[in-house]
């Protein structure tokens, strides 16, 4: 049974960094694609990235592009996400999710279409 927990967020002015973390326990990490989403207050909730299980494929939401950089660092059972120029826009809770699967069509890599497994979250606010 995959555990994961998140850590490493908080409050932080527009323009400013911060980096976010997904730490696995209960199973190889090694074998999990992991998302990363978000949800603010009254909004439904959204992709921002993920990573497949070697750690040499990941996508983006437009949104994000540019500013988010997701990595992983499987001697260490952890995923992190590194937020840079950050917007007000960007605040909401933060999950990261794991799949036992990647998913390769035509050479190009795609996020696992669901997730069996979630943390908790982190709350990210971006305030002036």
């Known amino acids: 049974q995959l555990k994961l927990v998140e850590s490493g967020g908080g409050v932080v002015q527009p323009g400013g960094s911060l980096r976010l973390s997904c730490a696995a326990s209960?199973?190889?990490?090694?074998?999990?694609?992991i998302g990363w989403f978000r949800r603010a207050p009254g909004k439904r909730r959204e992709g921002v990235s993920c990573?497949?299980?070697?750690?040499?494929?990941?996508n983006y939401a437009d949104s994000v592009k540019g500013r988010f950089a997701i990595s992983r660092d499987n001697a260490k059972s952890t995923v992190y996400l590194q937020l840079d120029n950050v917007k007000p826009e960007d605040t909401g809770i933060y999950y990261c999710?794991?799949?036992?699967?990647?998913?390769?069509?035509?050479?190009?890599?795609?996020?696992?279409?669901?997730?069996?497994?979630w943390g908790q979250g982190t709350q990210v606010t971006v305030s002036s």
């Open positions: 999710a794991g799949e036992n699967r990647d998913m390769f069509n035509g050479g190009q890599y795609y996020c696992p279409p669901s997730y069996d497994y």
């Open positions: 209960g199973d190889t990490l090694d074998n999990y694609a």
């Open positions: 990573i497949n299980t070697s750690g040499d494929n990941t």
